[in-house]
Every structure is written in C-alpha cells, then in structure tokens.
C-alpha cells in the first residue's frame, strides 16, 4: 500500500483530537516531501527519513520539533509492523536537546524583524509577529483564530481559545496592536498563511539578523513576550503563566529570561543604597 494511503487510513487509530490533526500533518508533510506518499510503505529506509528530517532543518525547524516528526514516523510505521505490512520498522535516532529555549529576542532584533517584514511581499508575517510578540500564543494559536474567537467586553477585547496544547481552553487579552494585527489579516490569520513561504520568508530574516542561531524561530516570541513581562513591567510569574497558557510554574519560568539590562540595574540600586 502507498505511504500516503496507510498514513490517511490509519492515523485515526494511532491519535485522537488534537494530537490525530497535528500528527497526521506531520505524516502527510513526509509524504509530500519527493512525492513520498506515493513509495509502498515497504520501500522507505533511514536515508529517506534523515533526509526529511536535514530538510527540516534547513527550514529553521527546531530539535525539539523535528523530534516530533520523528515520533510520528516511528508510530506509524511500527503500526504498520504490527499489522503485518512491515517487516520492520526504521529505528530513528532522536535528537538529543536541552530543555527550553536559550534566548529571547531583543529590541535591536525585534525591530530588525519588523523592518525586513514591513517591506516584504509577505506581508501578513508582519502581523503573525505582532500577535506573538504582545499575546505569547503559539503559532498554531494564532492559526485557530475566526471572528468566532474574539471577544469584546467591558473589560477589553479578548482572543478565546477554546483549544490549546494542553487541552485547556484560554482567554488571551489582546491590546490596541493586537486587535489592528488581527483586523488586517481579516480576523482569520489563517487565511493568509503558507508553510512555504511563511519558513522560507523566515529563514531569509535569520540571515539578515542573527544569521546562523536556529534558536532565532516564531516561537522565539513567546519566550520574548514573557521575557519583557517578566522584566520590564514586573509581572508576577503565575499570572504570566496564566497568560500564556501553562499549568506549572516550572513551565513558565523556562520562557522568562533574566535581561543583562536588569541585572546592571540591581547592581545601581545595590550601590546607591548600601550607605556608601
């Protein structure tokens, strides 16, 4: 049977809900990479899969992440071992990551970005960088917005989400550049976005402020909207936890970064109040 045939017959035995969409996304990604979905399941071997993953790569994809396409492969190809299809099922080595991010961006970057995405023919990015940088949502997040999602009362305007990564719906405050970001992609952000262009647009702004650092990714701007929280406006950790979605606050403390801006302003205060 072709790849791209067992992988639409069978995801919905191997996930459910939200892990059968982004996994079974995963799968069909694979198969469109060369026209894999077209090869018998029998015909693949590690080759085909590093290659896929070296891709990922080159696209700015994370370790983190492109083990996460690597568990898909090996479920659904140990799935096909166990039916019978397979005689054995590749054995894909992991990438071996550290927990969190190391970095957020910082204000030369983060006006860098906008400066190279104000003028580029993909202008929407401009406005997926507005909602990451002040509301902390993930990119997939950000794609799951309708004019059904947000919210307007006495208190402001907010995004509800009914779904996020951890299964938990969350209502996400959205300021003045939010509610204009949103209005300019139609309130469907969706609409607008392509893969395609969206990684390689990316990548072409990577090189032009922080050329070779992989950890310069979307996903930056949810480490920097609760590095800037944290930092310049002093919020309290559980609430930007809450904020961003997190049910511990081990979690939470993985995306807030100590600015080397502070620190040089707690050694002033030190100085200037210890009596000298």
């Not at 054995?88 to 080595?93: C, E, L, Q």
Request: with cysteine; aromatic share 10%.
């Amino acid at each position: 049977m072709e790849l791209r045939s067992f992988v639409n017959k069978e995801a919905h035995r191997l996930w459910e809900g939200r892990h059968l969409s982004q996994s079974h996304n995963k799968l069909i990604r694979f198969c469109d990479y060369k026209d894999f979905g077209r090869r018998p399941i029998q015909m693949f071997g590690l080759g085909d899969i590093y290659d896929f993953l070296d891709h990922l790569s080159s696209q700015g994809l994370t370790d983190n992440t492109l083990n996460h396409y690597s568990a898909a492969l090996s479920v659904i190809f140990n799935h096909a071992v166990d039916l019978g299809s397979l005689e054995a099922a590749p054995k894909i080595k992991w990438k071996k990551v550290k927990s969190g991010r190391p970095r957020y961006m910082t204000r030369e970057e983060i006006t860098g970005l906008f400066s190279f995405l104000g003028s580029h023919k993909h202008w929407w990015m401009r406005h997926f960088v507005t909602i990451g940088l002040y509301t902390g949502m993930r990119l997939g997040e950000i794609l799951s917005i309708t004019d059904n999602h947000i919210v307007k009362t006495e208190e402001g305007t907010w995004i509800h989400l009914l779904e996020t990564k951890n299964g938990d719906e969350r209502w996400v405050p959205a300021n003045e550049k939010v509610i204009e970001a949103l209005f300019a992609l139609d309130n469907r952000p969706n609409k607008f976005f392509h893969r395609h262009d969206f990684y390689k647009t990316w990548d072409q702004a990577r090189c032009r402020i922080a050329r070779n650092d992989k950890h310069f990714v979307f996903h930056t701007l949810r480490h920097t909207a609760a590095t800037n929280m944290a930092n310049d406006l002093q919020v309290n950790t559980l609430i930007i936890g809450k904020l961003l979605g997190h049910r511990n606050v081990q979690t939470t403390m993985k995306y807030v970064h100590v600015k080397p801006t502070e620190l040089q302003s707690i050694a002033r205060k030190m100085q200037h109040g210890d009596g000298a």
